[in-house]
């Protein structure tokens, strides 16, 4: 675990051989990921919480939309830990989807969880969010917590920066995120940002509701088909069945 490291990087300027040789280990953790999950089809990326047990309310919920996403097609990738993580994969796996993780790997709490037909293990917070993203056509916000909120907002941010397309972001849970979209109109009345920006994600407590929204603003807008890139024989490349 490279926890040390990270922290004396961040530090401030340090050598060129040691700044060189952390990007060369950023490096490889990017080209690690890309071999891991660059044949696992369309994903759904949906975060939440490392906290929940599989007796909470939020676990239920979010195994029952994992299942959903999952008989739509898509592959259910999460940050492949415990929690609502866990509680994705499995209901992909319940209903014979496909499921995969990007793990972060921590000191404490997070271990790859059983549900998972593939994952790889990054350990870097930076490298994991970019992987989350980037095999996703959409985003489904758990309840959670610090975490699970940057992954929300820095979705949220590359759309608005269209950095990236405007895949659909839909936020689980009124209840739970009423401040957090208080706090947005607040911002919103404030100018920090534009009137039309709450238009960015959608909220609802339906399952059915967010797979419509899958169905009008994923499937159909970009037309996905259950494709996935040649492998590479030359790079050693294989497709797996996931």
Not at 4 to 19: D, M, N, T, V, Y
Not at 53 to 74: C, I, P, R, S
């Amino acid at each position: 675990m490279n926890t040390a490291s990270e922290i004396k990087f961040l530090e401030g300027p340090q050598s060129r051989w040691r700044e060189f040789t952390f990007a060369w280990k950023v490096l490889i953790e990017f080209i690690r990921g890309y071999r891991s999950l660059s044949f696992v089809g369309p994903c759904v990326t949906i975060f939440g919480s490392a906290r929940y047990n599989e007796d909470h309310e939020y676990y239920k919920l979010t195994q029952k939309v994992g299942a959903e996403v999952a008989k739509m097609g898509f592959t259910v990738m999460t940050g492949g830990g415990p929690g609502l993580m866990e509680a994705a994969n499995r209901g992909a796996k319940d209903v014979g989807g496909r499921s995969v993780g990007c793990n972060i790997v921590l000191p404490f709490e997070q271990k790859p969880n059983p549900y998972l037909d593939r994952w790889v293990n990054i350990r870097y917070f930076f490298v994991r969010k970019t992987l989350l993203i980037k095999y996703s056509y959409a985003f489904i916000c758990m309840p959670g917590g610090y975490g699970t909120l940057d992954e929300l907002f820095e979705s949220i941010t590359l759309i608005q920066t269209k950095k990236i397309k405007d895949f659909p972001v839909i936020v689980f849970d009124k209840a739970f995120h009423k401040e957090m979209l208080e706090h947005i109109e607040l911002m919103k009345q404030k100018g920090t940002i534009s009137p039309e920006d709450d238009q960015l994600f959608f909220v609802t407590d339906s399952v059915e509701e967010a797979m419509k929204v899958l169905t009008e603003k994923s499937i159909k807008r970009f037309d996905l088909r259950q494709e996935t890139p040649k492998p590479f024989a030359w790079l050693f490349e294989r497709r797996k069945k996931v």
